[in-house]
């Protein structure tokens, strides 16, 4: 089933910790996105990619980084994770970066201790 | 700056009609999407509008007002599956969605 893959579902963690989420997609899509979602906000987006090897910062990057090596995947990585990136943390695809409908992965949960 | 208004909760009857209001203020405009979420599930797209005027899909129907900064999404012939966040999210001039904070809709027997 095309679409988009992420992993992990949830996962607590130390703050101080490194960690990788990991974001797959199989549509050939240009551009992909990292979304967080908090209670009582709307999606704020963190990094984006409009096309493989280029990756731009979006609202809220500071914390985190992305790389985009090849068209499907997007992974997000916390160097030194801290309480506040608590989060429910969304991957998304869009087949360009213009007006174009957004496929969301599943989502992950990540909690920071 | 730019914002995007939408109610925190409505409360609806199964079988009813209910209209879903949103109000955007963004630099430039590039259309207005509606999405759907139910709890725990990722984001799925409803609707886009660029253009004034409704547009119609099954049971859902969108309207937009770009004089206005004004968009609705129409629910008609409730269903306690339409039980969910529904997010809107307009498109700036540099094509980057700002994004509501989402309205719960609770369907009721």
């Known amino acids: 089933i095309a679409g988009i893959t992420q992993a992990p579902t949830s996962q607590i963690l130390a703050a101080g910790r490194r960690m990788t989420l990991r974001c797959t997609q199989d549509?050939?899509?240009?551009?992909m996105y990292w979304y967080r979602q908090d209670l009582g906000l709307g999606l704020r987006l963190i990094h984006y990619?409009?096309?493989?090897?280029?990756?731009g910062k979006g609202e809220v990057p500071d914390g985190y980084s992305v790389s985009r090596a090849n068209t499907d995947d997007f992974p997000l990585t916390l160097a030194s994770a801290v309480p506040s990136q608590t989060s429910v943390y969304f991957c998304?695809?869009?087949?360009?970066?213009?007006?174009?409908?957004?496929?969301f992965g599943a989502g992950s949960r990540l909690t920071v201790l | 700056g730019q914002n995007i208004d939408q109610p925190t909760e409505m409360t609806a009857t199964e079988g009813a009609i209910v209209q879903i209001n949103c109000t955007y203020q963004?630099?430039?405009?590039?259309?207005l999407f509606w999405y759907q979420q139910h709890a725990g599930e990722a984001p799925t797209f409803l609707s886009y509008?660029?253009l004034d005027g409704l547009e119609e899909k099954g049971r859902f129907s969108s309207f937009l007002s770009r004089s206005k900064g004004y968009s609705y999404l129409l629910l008609k012939e409730l269903q306690m599956k339409d039980s969910a966040s529904y997010l809107c999210?307009?498109?700036?001039?540099?094509?980057?969605?700002?994004w509501g904070a989402g309205t719960k809709l609770i369907i009721k027997p």
């Open positions: 998304a695809s869009s087949q360009g970066s213009g007006a174009n409908v957004l496929t």
């Open positions: 549509m050939r899509h240009n551009a």
């Open positions: 990619s409009n096309t493989a090897g280029t990756t």
């Open positions: 963004t630099s430039g405009f590039n259309g």
């Open positions: 509008n660029v």
């Open positions: 999210a307009a498109m700036d001039s540099n094509y980057q969605l700002i």
